[in-house]
Every structure is written in C-alpha cells, then in structure tokens.
C-alpha cells in the first residue's frame, strides 16, 4: 500500500469524516460521488425489528450485508457462515497479473472485518433448506433463521474444458487469471498470469508468439476482465517494441454489449494495436495441452428456404468444431452459482438463468421465499457480477430486509448498476459504467473515453476504499 494510502487511512480511522477523508485523499470529487450513492442506508434511524438473520458467504456481498445490517438495526442478532479466515480483495488480480499487485496487496483478514457480536460459523453451507428456514453446514451443524442473506458468490469450473483441469493452470502456456481458493485464501492466478506476461514477452523476443484470450458461454465475475489480459498483456509487449499474433475468442457477437463501450474498442483500441483477431460466436470446448491445440464451437446461422408466407428467408444454426494452434492461451473458465444453491429450491429452475439465485432483479428478495435475500455474484439477474454491483445491492438488501421485518411495503429498487474499469492499456481505462437501461455513467465524463484518472483512481484510491468504507458500512 503506498504511503498516500496508508495517511489518508490513518485520518480516517482516527475520526476524520468521510468527505474530509476523501478530499484529502485527492480524489474528492470521484470518491464524494461514489460514497454519496451508497450511504442513504447509513444515514437512517437503526430499525428495532427482531430476527435471526442468517449470512452464508464470507467475500465482498456478505461482508457487505453484515457490515449495513448491523447498522441498521437497534439489536441485530446476525450469524455469518463462512470458512474462509482469508479475504482477498478479488479485483486486484488483474493488477497482480499486470504486475502492479503481489499477492500480500490483496489479501486482508476476515478477522479484521467480522465483529464480535457476529456469530462467526466456520464452516461452509451444504444444504439450503428454506421450506423449513434452516441451512446445513458441511460439518453437519443445522443452523436455523428468520432471514436468510445468500451471498455465496461464483464458482468456476476449469473441468467443463475437455481436457482441462485446474492443476494445470500455469503449464505449457495456459493461464487464467480467475484462479483461486477462496477458502484457503489463495490468489495463484494472478501470480500465474504475471508469470505468463513475461513468458509471453521472453518469446516474442525470439519470434511472434501466438496468444489466444478467451471468453466463456456462461455469465462469468467481471464480464470484462477477458478483455483487460487481452489488451495488457499486448501493451506489455508493446512497452519493448515487440508483438504478437493475439486472437479474442469470445460466444458473444461484439466486444462489449453497451455500444459505446463497443464502439471505442471497435475504432481506436483494437486498431491501436494492430495485432488482434477477433473470433465471435466461438467457445471453448476442448484444449490439447501437449500439442497446444484449442477447440472451439463456432456458432454462426446460413440462410435456408424461402418462407413465402413470411417473405423471408429461414435461418438456419450451424455449429461446427474449430482447432486453432497456440503458444500461449489465456482461459477464462465456465461459471456457476455454488452447488449447494444450485441443487437447492432456492436456484432458478429453469430458463437461462437455471441454478443462479432465484431473486427478483430489482428488490433483490426471492421470488418464492419472502425472507430469503441476495447479494453479488449469485444473483441470477442480468446484470450484477461486479463488486461494484454488490456495493449498489447493499443498501437495497438491506432496506428490503428491514422492511420484510418490519412488515411493511419494499420500497428500494436496483436499478442493474454495474461497473466494469476496463483496462485498455497501462495508465488508461474505461470506466464503463450502465445499469439495465444502457450506460449511466456516475461522473460527467464520457462512458466510452480511455483515461488515466480511472487508472490512478483503481490502483490507488479504490482498494482502501474497499478495505476501510465498503467493507465496513460506510459506503
């Protein structure tokens, strides 16, 4: 942690307000506006509804919770149950794969975050039985509630790439910055990914290396984060004047889906580099790690017959398996909702959102369980897997719960806010911020435009943030 952060952490913790705290961070006008959209819950009379209030997950979402909830109630009675002792700072991978992180940057302590009037259960939830308001940990203990906060996160499943296991990240040039133990409070991925960058430059000194960065069919934790190894890892070589042949394979049939963002990496990003080959309507099914071969299905449609009645032509999908030879490969793997949720009644059923949780997009409450809530990643809505979301569903979930409570009308609404600061290069970002209705950029800046005020703001500014305001409350 620099020394800027570790002072204007010192005058915080020693009574500072936050708005003086922020100006003299630096970064007044940024962080003010970040901090004023998240602290109407804080602000409020505590509520002195009673209830057993049951917290599964330990990362970002369920901290969070906990953090508001004790806030908000005169008596908060509140169990967490989590087994990992380790928190890590999860979006300080990417800065870890780039360099710009170790792994000491991103790790901190659950112990420094979960209060003493917070039953802590060390242990990891097994079974979610909400028709009897009860879950079951792995060790056996049955654990009853009034309310539930299901804040488990995303699990990632390297096993669903024929030929692929986690063990074998970090060989014969694969790497996935994703990787980690939360539970064990690991982060090898992003150590691994570093690692690759500067393999991947050792053999462009040589030659001209073919890299492939990949992007899942399934919803994965930080939709852009493909995208932030595909461009750092070129602007990497770029540094020492040297390239590569890099391919982005992606099932998606654009870059980005808010079309600004979209445009901006069409029309200056990609074509700054020159090196990069986009494969749309292409995922990865299979890997040969010995002779380096990727397989991938490539979803495309031809045209068919002539419907008469319609006055058009049918369209017919195709889907065909496509080997692509590589040197190197970047692989983000498949994502689920934990297993417990998923073969749980509290998973969606059916449809594309099967085995995510089944809440309501903008309350956040469960659709067929009223006093079930959920927060961050494993949300089965369409947007939301960000920690900036999570910062957004806090005050929501929390003003919700209190309400199911209190027995009165649920009044917050999420709005789909979510953020993604989209590495582009050293020193620049897009700050790509849209909710469910297309880009709502928090700051009178333009959505689409690189800049290195978010850089600076994301390396520097916003992992105190996280440790000291949002995993406390605050913010």
């Known amino acids: 942690m620099s020394k800027l952060d570790l002072n204007a952490l010192d005058q915080i913790q020693s009574g500072m307000t936050r708005r003086e705290a922020l100006k003299f961070m630096g970064l007044s006008p940024i962080a003010a506006s970040v901090l004023a959209s998240g602290t109407a819950a804080t602000a409020a009379v505590a509520s002195d509804a009673k209830g057993k209030i049951v917290i599964v997950g330990g990362g970002a979402g369920g901290i969070m919770a906990m953090a508001r909830l004790r806030k908000a109630l005169s008596s908060p009675d509140i169990t967490i149950i989590a087994p990992n002792e380790i928190h890590l700072y999860q979006p300080g991978q990417v800065f870890m794969a780039a360099g710009e992180y170790t792994f000491d940057d991103?790790?901190?302590?659950?112990?420094?975050?979960?209060?003493d009037d917070v039953k802590w259960i060390k242990d990891e939830v097994a079974t979610f039985d909400p028709d009897n308001n009860r879950v079951v940990t792995r060790g056996g203990e049955s654990?009853?509630?009034?309310y539930l906060v299901v804040a488990t996160g995303i699990q990632y499943h390297y096993e669903q790439i024929e030929g692929l296991s986690a063990d074998m990240i970090g060989k014969n040039g694969i790497s996935s910055v994703y990787l980690n133990d939360l539970e064990k409070g690991t982060a090898d991925g992003g150590t691994i990914t570093w690692q690759w960058f500067n393999d991947v430059r050792e053999a462009a000194r040589t030659g001209k290396p073919r890299v492939i960065c990949t992007q899942p069919s399934t919803p994965i934790k930080c939709g852009g984060a493909p995208q932030k190894i595909l461009y750092l890892s070129d602007d990497f070589l770029k540094q020492e004047n040297l390239t590569a042949d890099f391919t982005f394979a992606t099932p998606g049939e654009k870059l980005f889906g808010v079309p600004e963002v979209n445009e901006t990496l069409e029309k200056v990003v990609q074509p700054r580099y020159g090196n990069i080959t986009n494969k749309f309507g292409h995922n990865l099914v299979a890997i040969d790690a010995e002779k380096k071969i990727a397989t991938f299905e490539h979803k495309y449609e031809v045209q068919g017959e002539y419907d008469e009645d319609l006055e058009e032509y049918d369209m017919i999908e195709k889907i065909d398996r496509v080997d692509v030879e590589y040197d190197f490969i970047h692989i983000v793997p498949p994502m689920s909702a934990p297993d417990a949720v998923v073969n749980s009644p509290l998973g969606w059923q059916k449809g594309s959102a099967q085995g995510w949780l089944e809440v309501d997009r903008?309350?956040?409450?469960?659709?067929r369980y009223p006093n079930v809530f959920g927060i961050g990643d494993v949300c089965g809505i369409p947007l939301g897997k960000t920690g900036g979301s999570a910062r957004h569903h806090g005050p929501i979930l929390v003003s919700n719960l209190i309400s199911v409570m209190e027995g009165t009308e649920l009044k917050e609404k999420f709005d789909g806010y979510t953020v993604c600061p989209l590495k582009t290069q050293y020193g620049k970002i897009i700050l790509a911020e849209f909710n469910y209705d297309g880009a709502a950029p928090s700051?009178?800046?333009a959505v689409q435009e690189e800049r290195w005020i978010w850089w600076a703001f994301d390396l520097y500014m916003l992992k105190p943030m996280y440790w000291y305001l949002m995993m406390r409350g605050i913010m």
């Open 106 to 115: 991103i790790k901190g302590s659950n112990k420094d975050l979960i209060p």
């Open 143 to 146: 654990v009853e509630y009034d």
């Open 362 to 367: 903008e309350t956040l409450q469960h659709r």
């Open 443 to 445: 700051f009178p800046l």
